[in-house]
């Protein structure tokens, strides 16, 4: 078989090339949106406020502190001073806050562990009056505050990136049938000499594959380069090592995913061009 | 797929490589052949000689099984054509070596790869075919220039090329189409000798030309073909008794 490379016009690989690394990007910026997601919503739901209703007094506290020590969920529990519900209350207000001004407050701040489907806010007022304290757990909000975002981030990340991948697949395609009108020549000769239209174009699909193969993973490659530059500059203090640590096996999957892509985008769209200029060679009239 | 009635199938093994049987053939809403009887066999080197436009490129693609007929019934290498599949037409193709007016090649390969396609088709490695298109390089006389790409030859070595190309394949039918346009008539005479020489391994040859000459260069059955209608050429003595 020919080298895939000998007479191929150098844009031909530069649209291929391009178009892996523009998915492959686009497929890391949705993987990292994605991250971002979930970072946030682990955030949101790690974190509840006990409001302690009875008994009343620092008795009811001290109880409370004791039952939460030993409830599930819960990582730490701290008492919210005047200070820090000043501080909250001026950082959510917009408007500066004395700690003077602030009432008493029966608010204890708890640290959660995730534990997905399970009723958090329930198991702890249950640990709570077990311990002989009547109160209530106020958890992040569900719909206001940035609840139910990181799902629409998600998805929204996730379709975005498919439907650029798309795209970048059609211009694959087209490019690729350029690849087949470049080797009509070729195509006549095999029909002229007996060829199916199944070997003419399969002759040329596995030309085109290579070359996406070749083109989509030099493009992956080199998105994957740019992304990881990229983060080592906007991460603070992050480090090759760290960077290695943190980025998981599934980060991984649009640059190795674009390769592939190209390969068979580039194969189809080289097999359907092929196919049509066989039957143009093989009938007239 | 079709398959062919034991009369047809004797026909062919009796060395009948094409019987056209009032063909019809063109292009669009223009039909270029009409009622074309015509036979060749092998062994045997088929002439068929016309002024131009008369339906010899016509006939050529028809023979080459690349344009399907209208009505009546065309027998090549043992497929018929108005009912034959892709895969049946296909086997029936490889056993042709055709010679276009104006051959197509991969112009970026050299004259060797283009002439060992054919091998190359059937999946043989280039050591096994090596010898061969040497051979046949020499045969066609294209020496040297078999190792340039065939953008670079000349209108001549092109034809020589398309010559060898169209016999490394060893096929049972040799279809060539003005084989000698453009050639002086030495050039042309020596093509046609050299086309003919392959009925000696028992393969079928059809020549398609405006050149009424070439029949002196070598035994041949004589057709001509006028306006799309096919008739066999009286022989040079019924020709003379006639005039």
Redesign the interface.
């Known amino acids: 078989m020919k080298n895939p490379f000998a007479g191929v016009e150098r844009a031909l690989i530069l649209t291929l090339v391009f178009a892996a690394f523009a998915a492959t990007l686009a497929g890391l910026g949705a993987r990292a949106a994605d991250r971002l997601a979930v970072h946030y919503e682990q955030q949101r739901s790690a974190y509840a406020v006990v409001r302690v209703l009875a008994p009343e007094g620092p008795e009811g506290m001290a109880a409370a502190e004791a039952a939460l020590a030993h409830a599930p969920h819960v990582l730490t529990a701290a008492r919210m001073t005047a200070n820090r519900a000043a501080e909250l209350l001026s950082q959510w207000g917009g408007v500066e806050i004395s700690p003077a001004s602030v009432p008493d407050i029966r608010l204890i701040e708890i640290e959660l562990t995730p534990s997905p489907g399970a009723d958090v806010a329930g198991d702890i007022v249950a640990a709570l009056a077990q311990g002989g304290v009547t109160a209530e757990v106020i958890e992040a909000p569900r719909e206001i505050a940035g609840g139910g975002v990181s799902a629409r981030v998600r998805t929204a990340a996730l379709w975005g990136a498919l439907a650029f991948a798309a795209l970048m697949a059609a211009i694959v395609w087209l490019a690729a049938r350029g690849l087949a009108a470049r080797r009509r020549e070729l195509v006549t000769v095999m029909c002229d000499l007996g060829a199916m239209r199944s070997q003419a174009s399969g002759r040329i699909a596995d030309e085109a594959a290579v070359l996406g193969l070749y083109a989509g993973a030099a493009g992956a490659a080199l998105a994957g380069l740019a992304a990881g530059a990229v983060m080592l500059l906007v991460i603070p203090g992050a480090s090759v090592e760290t960077l290695r640590d943190m980025i998981l096996p599934i980060d991984l999957a649009p640059i190795v995913a674009a390769p592939l892509g190209a390969a068979v985008a580039a194969g189809a769209g080289a097999r359907g061009a092929a196919a049509h200029f066989h039957a143009q060679a093989a009938r007239l009239g | 797929m079709a398959r062919l009635n034991p009369i047809d199938l004797e026909l062919f093994e009796r060395g009948v490589l094409i019987r056209l049987s009032d063909v019809d ?4 809403a223009a039909t270029v052949l009409m009622g074309v009887n015509f036979e060749a066999r092998a062994g045997e080197v088929a002439l068929v000689t016309g002024p131009a436009a008369a339906g010899k490129t016509t006939l050529t ?1 028809l023979l ?1 099984l ?3 007929i209208r009505s009546g019934r065309a027998l090549i290498l043992g497929a018929d054509v108005g009912r034959a599949g ?2 049946q037409l ?7 070596g ?1 010679i ?1 007016e104006n051959p ?6 050299s004259a060797f790869d ?1 002439i060992s ?2 091998l190359r ?1 059937t999946g043989r490695k280039p050591r096994e075919y090596g010898e061969d298109v040497r051979e046949l390089v020499d045969f066609v006389g294209i020496g040297e220039a078999a190792d340039l790409p065939v953008a670079q030859l000349s209108g001549a070595e092109r034809r020589r090329v398309a010559i060898a190309r169209a016999l490394a ?1 060893k096929p049972e039918l040799i279809l060539a189409d003005d084989p000698t346009a453009g050639m002086s008539p030495a050039d042309g005479k020596r093509v046609v000798r050299l086309l003919s020489e392959m009925r000696r391994v028992g393969a079928g040859v059809v020549i398609t030309s405006q050149d009424e000459s070439l029949a002196e260069c070598a035994p041949v059955q004589h057709w001509r073909i006028e306006r799309g209608r096919i008739s066999k050429a009286a022989a040079p003595l019924e020709a003379e008794a006639q005039e």
């Open positions: 053939a063109g292009y669009g693609h080459r690349a344009l399907p892709e895969r296909a086997q029936a193709k490889r056993k042709i055709y276009a197509t090649f991969i112009e970026q390969w283009n396609m054919p088709m394949g």
